[in-house]
């Protein structure tokens, strides 16, 4: 038969065909029921199978279609296999995931048929749900809220699959799918409320980057969730999710990543095999038609910057910096020079960057708040440099604390030879207005 997964778009009547012979197998022979369960509580490899054998999914954007009716088989691309692989490795490890991907991934629909294949296998697992409000949490009737996305993920499943005892009037309730046969549960929270409802195994928080209130959430979960999985399109720079973002590890399969840090999975419009370079170009070319090309950014293309007000630098140009030496021939020489930008109040870090030429070498921030301290440790960073020139942002008292500390290392005979401080005031005119 067909391998579905092998073509794009798949080949749903042939999906639909192979699922009704397994489960005429499955009812022929009672020890073939017993068999499949035992397969599908096998970790990864177990619950891709049981989400490629019974995993439905609702397609509103495809209702008038014939080939795709509205509730259709999930059929999973590579892509979102490894996703799962992801999330089971980070549920049996231990530890925090993140999620960034673009839109109309699947991502959502992957992590409720995880929630749900974790109910049905493993006793007394507690699920948790969150999102920023009641709506999208759960809105009965609404395919786009999670829970509903649950109840209709459970009303698919075979009746043979489904717990003994289960009735799905009883044991469906608002914000909570309790299983009579295990006491497994999957229950929701909302907003500020994520996690103040009982312990859970694991808590996916969907479309985290977009909270109101996300340091509370942090708080109400830290000690409630064994595992944390964010999943969310991107919004914004500085929040907690995009901070989280960058101080984490992205994950590939096979890959180790240290205890303590939090595993990242990059789900991008490429990965989708229906996402072509020639329906980026059609898509990008209408939203800049009519304006919103900062949409585009933001939800295609994962630009944090996109969501952000007079951005100096757009993230693009960024990501076309990446290397650009090696594009443009240009030699990896010249002299040396740094920059230092100092913290200021609140969550603020400092952060240094060196140069050769126009090639950054070195970036790295960190959270002294002692102005001397900075100085020494920006110092050592550009003493293995040779000649260099350090600039720093010499506007307010933070500056001068810069240069006290400098002149106690030349004092001192302490100051490396060939590194010179160069104050910078970042609040002062331009010098060349005509240029």
Request: glycine share 10%; with cysteine.
């Amino acid at each position: 038969m067909l391998d579905t997964r092998k073509v794009w778009p798949p080949d749903y009547k042939s999906e639909i065909i192979r699922r009704h012979y397994l489960l005429a197998q499955v009812r022929k022979d009672p020890a073939e029921l017993v068999t499949c369960k035992l397969i599908y509580k096998n970790g990864v490899e177990g619950c891709i199978k049981f989400i490629s054998d019974w995993g439905m999914l609702v397609e509103p954007r495809d209702a008038f279609s014939a080939d795709a009716p509205p509730l259709i088989p999930f059929i999973l691309f590579k892509r979102q296999e490894e996703m799962i692989r992801f999330i089971v490795e980070c549920l049996f490890g231990g530890g925090r995931g993140l999620v960034e991907k673009s839109r109309d991934v699947g991502a959502t629909w992957i992590c409720v048929w995880i929630s749900i294949w974790l109910w049905l296998y493993y006793p007394s697992v507690a699920v948790g749900w969150g999102s920023q409000n009641s709506e999208q949490v759960d809105n009965l009737g609404d395919p786009s809220s999670i829970f509903e996305k649950i109840r209709i993920g459970i009303r698919s499943l075979p009746a043979d699959f489904r717990p003994v005892g289960f009735d799905l009037d009883k044991h469906m309730m608002s914000r909570r799918v309790v299983n009579p046969q295990n006491k497994a549960s999957i229950i929701g929270g909302i907003g500020d409320n994520i996690g103040r409802g009982g312990r859970t195994l694991v808590t996916f928080k969907d479309e985290s980057s977009h909270y109101e209130h996300p340091d509370k959430i942090e708080a109400a979960l830290s000690y409630n969730c064994k595992v944390q999985i964010d999943i969310s399109s991107v919004h914004g720079v500085g929040t907690v999710f995009h901070r989280r973002r960058e101080a984490g590890i992205e994950w590939s399969p096979g890959c180790t990543i240290e205890p303590g840090y939090t595993k990242v999975f990059v789900f991008d419009w490429r990965d989708h095999p229906g996402k072509t370079q020639a329906w980026y170009d059609l898509e990008r070319a209408k939203f800049y038609r009519e304006g919103l090309q900062h949409v585009f950014a933001q939800e295609v293309d994962r630009d944090y910057s996109a969501a952000v007000e007079g951005v100096i630098i757009p993230m693009l140009w960024i990501k076309a910096s990446e290397n650009a030496h090696i594009k443009l021939e240009l030699p990896d020489d010249g002299p040396y020079s740094a920059g230092l930008d100092i913290a200021d109040e609140g969550g603020d870090l400092n952060a240094l960057v060196t140069c050769r030429g126009p090639i950054v070498k070195t970036a790295e921030q960190w959270g002294e708040r002692d102005t001397g301290v900075t100085t020494r440790r920006a110092v050592a960073t550009c003493q293995p440099c040779g000649r260099i020139d350090l600039q720093y942002d010499a506007s307010g008292g933070y500056g001068s604390g810069v240069k006290a500390e400098y002149n106690n290392l030349k004092d001192n005979f302490r100051m490396p030879k060939g590194i010179r401080l160069i104050p910078w005031l970042a609040g002062a005119e331009v010098q060349d207005k005509d240029r």
